[in-house]
């Protein structure tokens, strides 16, 4: 069984930092992308980031480049995200989720960790 875990969400100050972690157990881990999205309150839900198999490729989602990076421990089967100078538009639910196919369709999805940025 497939598992994706999240934690590392909270309260945190415009300008703020926070560090997301998804802990993937089941699977084969270090073989594959990995990725996280996110959705605000009425929102739907919209790709963040990704990373390859081995970290060496990257790809952000326009408004966050240059804030937020993703990395991964393939000995510890954990994908991180680092948001760096947080915006209230950034406050949503993270999803860390693997076995994609496009248009934000994965085979397996955490349970999402709440990120709340207040001025």
């Known amino acids: 069984q497939v598992q994706l875990v999240e934690s590392g969400g909270g309260l945190v100050q415009a300008g703020g930092s926070l560090r997301l972690s998804c802990a993937v157990s089941g699977r084969t881990f270090s073989n594959t992308p990995m990725n996280w999205f996110r959705q605000a309150p009425g929102q739907e839900r919209e790709f963040v980031a990704t990373?390859?198999?081995?970290?060496?490729?990257?790809y952000y989602r326009d408004s966050v480049k240059g804030r937020f990076t993703i990395s991964r421990d393939n000995a510890l089967n954990t994908v991180y995200l680092q948001l760096n100078s947080l915006k209230r538009e950034d406050t949503a639910v993270y999803y860390c989720a693997v076995d994609c196919h496009g248009g934000g369709r994965c085979d397996y999805w955490g349970q999402g960790t709440q990120v709340t940025v207040s001025s």
């Open positions: 990373i390859s198999w081995s970290g060496g490729v990257t």
